[in-house]
């Protein structure tokens, strides 16, 4: 009975100091798929390093690699700025969770679920 208030104890201390214990380190290769709304599906890959401080992310899939601009990490959220693919500015926003990352595609102004799930 103890260990189960010591445990709860934990627990509540955890969530009240603002932790995510399911969050993750954003590092590896995280494996993507997007729904076009012409109901076409891209899929690739998002590559993200760590250079000191700083993270790389790169978007890579069927037409090429498209390293992210103005990448900013802060714990397990991601927000960077915008590329240009086919024409079209993409804003992406989201986090990353243990095994997921979870977020948002923008596309000139429309926004669109963007999801990954981490393979390496």
Known sequence: MSFLIVLL???????SAGLDLDWAQPEGIWEWTFDNPDGTKMEGLMTVTKEGE????VMSGADGEYPL???????NELKAGHIYFQGMKVDFKGTF???DFKGHITVDYNDFPFNAVRQK
């Open 9 to 15: 104890s934990i627990c509540t201390m955890s969530s």
């Open 54 to 57: 700083s993270y790389r992310i």
């Open 69 to 75: 601009k103005e990448v900013e990490v802060e714990g």
């Open 97 to 99: 969770l243990e095994k």
